[in-house]
Nanobody, 129 residues
């Protein structure tokens, strides 16, 4: 049974850094594409970053390019989101997601929530300005 557990959220000031972690505690699927999404109050869930099954390819939303880095440790069944230079607009609940299939349905499908079958419970990130 897939069980995604996020951690690492918190309250920080603008310009600070945080590192989020997401572990597949159930260890049901190894080496699958995974992603990070976020949802701010009153807004739709939006794509943040994704990583392919090997960890060799990554993709980012324009709003976080150059500031966030997604990575994975396959031995630990864990992905990370290193967030630097945080801004108030990064405030949201951050969710990790796992895709059951090894490959995405299309080259541009990284950021589509429907590409991911399993989701974590979310971790709150609050950035004060």
């Amino acid at each position: 049974q897939v069980q995604l557990v996020e951690s690492g959220g918190g309250l920080v000031q603008a310009g600070d850094s945080l590192r989020l972690s997401c572990v597949d505690a159930g260890r049901t699927f190894n080496n699958r594409p995974m992603g990070w999404f976020r949802q701010a109050p009153g807004k739709e869930r939006e794509f943040v970053a994704a990583i392919n099954w090997k960890g060799s390819l990554t993709n980012y939303a324009d709003s976080v390019k150059g500031r966030f880095t997604i990575s994975r440790d396959s031995a630990k069944n864990t992905i990370y989101l290193q967030m630097n230079s945080l801004k108030s607009e990064d405030t949201a609940v951050y969710y990790c997601a796992l895709r059951e299939a090894v490959y995405y349905s299309s080259p541009t499908a990284w950021g589509l929530p429907d590409e991911y079958k399993y989701w974590g419970q979310g971790t709150q990130v609050t950035v004060s300005s």
